[in-house]
């Protein structure tokens, strides 16, 4: 079945650094979503992504539709301590019934 | 404020006393849906709504029903809990069908004992 496979898990980083991630699938998506989790929160949106190639920010959150259409990056600069959480990337699942299929999560851990 | 709302945020209960959970969007949005998150298994969709009076089951339908009589509330029923319906509960709405650009309510924290 359909998989994102997020990466890296886990990351523990000092404030003001600047945050990588990226998500794979096997599959070809049309539309990649970044979600951020707080917890005990619901996923929040962050960033939608539409096109093949297609660069979108957001403040300090940059996202990358990659050309292949099986990948994106979410690229977080500066970062403070209200970015921790977990990160999600998402995208449509097969079938019109309109669900998310989402990654496994990275975990960001800001030390001040 | 657009947002999706769920109550109650939190619940303890016992097995078979029959519960509801209710969602409501105050977005226009067509389509909502109901997600569980379970560690290590993710979110999984239990059910869905494309309009009013139009539910589907999702991946993980077995135990739960909804309805959709309201285009703003997409309520989630447990008939008769189980142990193995302890989990974290999201209420999710889009504006289109398929817009894929989904909000999430806060969550629900159901223990069912």
């Known amino acids: 079945g359909q998989q994102l496979n997020q990466s890296p898990q886990s990351m523990f980083i000092q404030e003001g650094e600047d945050v990588s991630m990226n998500c794979t699938s096997s599959s070809i998506f049309n539309t990649w979503l970044w979600y951020k989790q707080d917890p005990g929160e619901g996923p929040v949106l962050l960033i939608a992504?539409?096109?093949?190639?297609e660069l979108t920010s957001n403040g300090r959150l940059t996202a990358q539709f990659g050309i292949t259409r099986k990948d994106s990056f979410l690229n977080i600069s500066a970062s403070i301590p209200s970015d921790v959480g977990i990160y999600f990337c998402a995208g449509p699942g097969s079938g019109n019934t309109g669900k998310l299929i989402f990654g496994q999560g990275t975990t960001l851990q800001v030390k001040p | 404020e657009a947002q999706v709302t769920q109550n109650p945020r939190y619940l303890i209960t016992v097995t078979g006393k029959k519960l509801t959970v209710t969602c409501s969007q105050n977005m226009n949005h067509e389509y909502m849906s109901w997600y569980r998150q379970d560690p290590g298994l993710g979110l999984r969709q239990i059910y869905y709504?494309?309009?009013?009076?139009?539910?589907d089951k999702g991946d993980v339908p077995e135990g739960y029903k909804v309805s959709r009589k309201e285009k703003r509330n997409f309520p989630l029923i447990l008939e008769s809990p189980s142990p193995n319906q302890t989990s974290l509960y999201f209420c999710a709405s889009s504006l289109q069908v398929l817009g894929n650009e989904q909000f999430f309510g806060p969550g629900t924290r159901l223990t069912v004992l």
């Open positions: 992504l539409y096109k093949a190639g």
């Open positions: 709504s494309m309009n009013v009076e139009v539910t």
